[in-house]
């Protein structure tokens, strides 16, 4: 079974530059999520998904960062305009559903620096 | 709300020993348990997952205990090796519905295990 693919692997950009990553889950896997960590600290959620609908985007910066997943499958991260301090990790993982008893599966991340 | 700590937050050995990583959490109303290990500014590897019902899960030379009541978990690794350097992060996932079922994750303990 094919994992949660995540590209690109590495990006570097200059601030106030855009920048989207793209995620594809696990087959028929309905909810996705999206998570920024920065270095030397936990992951933190910036959105869930289930299907196409939005469970929580509590801790998305809507100023600059959106996310979509528009047929319920793929999704794309983007960052418009990015500053220093959005250097990260961008961590997709999904799970076949939100329930409590579904383990989430994690991609192998986008490393972002923003110089 | 769910606190995850995870002390020490860095930890150098020397090759051969068999160390312990903490992780404590603040409310014991948890589903499971997950220990993660990252290697430098990559993605995320499930180690092992603890219901909460179970004490312990063991996977070749790494065990994980859990202990609700008290809030804690502990990740055994015997006989450390050069290649078991990385960031080992844990993970709750709180028996709620109103909280998305989410991980609350640690910061991490960064293991180097010197040859």
């Known amino acids: 079974e094919a994992g949660v693919a995540q590209s690109p692997r590495y990006k570097i950009i200059e601030k106030r530059q855009s920048v989207a990553f793209w995620c594809n889950p696990i087959?028929?896997?309905?909810?996705l999520y999206w998570y920024q960590q920065i270095l030397g600290q936990g992951p933190k959620l910036l959105i869930q998904?289930?299907?196409?609908?939005?469970?929580?985007d509590s801790q998305l910066p809507k100023d600059r960062f959106s996310a979509e997943r528009l047929k319920g499958v793929d999704s794309t991260l983007k960052i418009q305009p990015a500053k220093l301090e959005d250097s990260a990790v961008y961590l997709c993982?999904?799970?076949?559903?939100?329930?409590?008893?579904?383990?989430?599966?994690f991609g192998p991340g986008t490393r972002l620096t923003v110089t | 709300k769910q606190e995850v700590t995870q002390i020490p937050a860095a930890l150098s050995v020397p090759e051969g020993e068999n160390l312990v990583l903490n992780c404590s959490f603040t409310?014991?109303?948890?589903?499971?348990l997950q220990w993660f290990r990252q290697d430098p500014g990559k993605g995320l590897t499930s180690l092992l997952l603890?219901?909460?019902s179970q004490r312990e899960q063991t996977s070749g030379r790494l065990n994980a205990s859990l202990d609700k009541s008290s809030g804690r978990s502990t990740l055994y690794i015997a006989a450390s090796q050069p290649g078991d350097s990385a960031t080992y992060l844990c993970?709750?996932?709180?028996?709620?519905?109103?909280?998305?079922?989410?991980?609350?994750w640690g910061a991490g303990t960064k293991l180097i295990i010197k040859p």
């Open positions: 993970a709750v996932k709180n028996r709620y519905p109103d909280s998305n079922y989410q991980l609350i």
């Open positions: 993982a999904s799970s076949f559903s939100g329930g409590v008893t579904y383990e989430q599966y």
């Open positions: 409310d014991s109303a948890i589903y499971n």
């Open positions: 087959s028929g896997h309905a909810t």
């Open positions: 603890i219901q909460s």
């Open positions: 998904f289930q299907n196409n609908g939005v469970v929580d």
